[in-house]
């Protein structure tokens, strides 16, 4: 409990009070949006996801089809960085990680928010976290990804942003993704600190490039050595 009391006091400082505002304003006005900014939800969502799950581009917008499931590739990634906290961190990161695949940005941030940055790893790894130090799971990340980015590519955006203005679904998804790749790349770079990484050059290509700059360096990045517990 002191452990969590001194990383929420820590965590009200800047830059992380930005992220406890992120965390607080996405879901007031995702609510303040969908029950008075836009028409009433008319069945799309659930269009939306029946098509996702049974790979049925043509009915909906490949934009909309893109930018769902990478709201399912982006936590992946999140997870690939902050499984890697161990016992110096004042909550385990793992509830958060499967909140977020239901929730997004609102699932993840809260973790964000209040994790200690910049502090190495305390102890050894686990099982599972010997399993996500691989290059395996961000290969198949990364050409999922691009996957989806060459089919929104096949989409119209004239007919997504008005998807945007009327749709509550596209409307919340879209600020989720921006959230989530605001976010992103810094811990990315926090995880190059652990590692030991000097490199300027993946700190760049992560901020540039928030998603496939982030998946490359997971791609590259050495393993993590056992640091003995506090």
Known sequence: MRKFSEAFKQSLRFPQAL????WIAFPLYGFIATHYLLPPEDGYTKQVVVAAFTADFSAVEPLVIAVFNLLGVIPMT???LVLFDGKEQPLPAWPFVILSFFAGAF????????RRWGTAVQGSKTGLQQQLDTWKIPAVLLVVAIALVLLGTTGSVQDYVELWRTKPLVHVMTIDLVLLLLV???LAIDDMQRRQIRSPAWRVLALVLPLF????YLLARPKLADQ???
Not at 107 to 114: D, H, Q, R
């Open 19 to 22: 992220i406890w505002l992120l």
């Open 78 to 80: 999140y997870a690939l």
């Open 107 to 114: 699932g993840i941030l809260f973790y964000v928010a209040l």
């Open 184 to 186: 992103l790349p810094f």
């Open 213 to 216: 700059g982030v998946l490359l």
């Open 228 to 230: 003995p517990a506090a």
